[in-house]
């Protein structure tokens, strides 16, 4: 028999499924992460590899620019700003999306500066939004146009 749970909070009285596997589903995840991170990071210590050889393994990936950072923070700042007028908190945007409440957190304060694609879409789906790229003229190049 499945669970049912009461959202009082958001003003709703009926009764909602509730599974706590993608919560659980989650948790392993986030562990399993911590676990692998922690082996490379104990295998780099000792190996203590160059550049190359880092290059070569794919355990190395180029930091982003400035400007692709500051591009990323609007977005999740855009997010955020929805979030807020919408009257959501973070423990409702985690509930809609399965990602954990303190991982959204710290994508809405830039310490998560790497998110995935996946990760501002389940964002902004859980918000009736969606994510849209678009490919522009770079200003050094732009400069050297003109």
């Known amino acids: 028999m499945q669970q049912t749970r009461r959202s009082h909070r958001l003003g709703r009285n009926d009764d909602q499924p509730h599974s706590n596997s993608s919560a659980a589903t989650t948790r392993r995840r986030r562990a399993e992460q911590a676990a692998a ?14 550049l190359a050889e880092l290059l070569a393994s794919g355990d190395y990936s180029e930091p982003m620019s400035q400007a692709e950072y500051w591009d990323l923070r609007k977005a999740v700042l855009r997010l955020k700003q929805l979030r807020e007028a919408a009257g959501l908190s973070l423990a409702d945007v985690a509930e809609r999306t399965g990602i954990d ?40 190049r732009r400069a050297k146009s003109r």
């Open 37 to 50: 991170e922690q082996a490379k990071r104990k295998r780099l210590q000792y190996e203590k590899p160059g």
């Open 101 to 140: 409440r303190a991982a959204i957190c710290r994508l809405e304060n830039g310490q998560h500066q790497n998110p995935t694609i996946g990760t501002l879409n389940r964002y902004a789906d859980a918000l009736g939004k969606r994510v849209s790229f678009q490919v522009v003229d770079t200003a050094k």
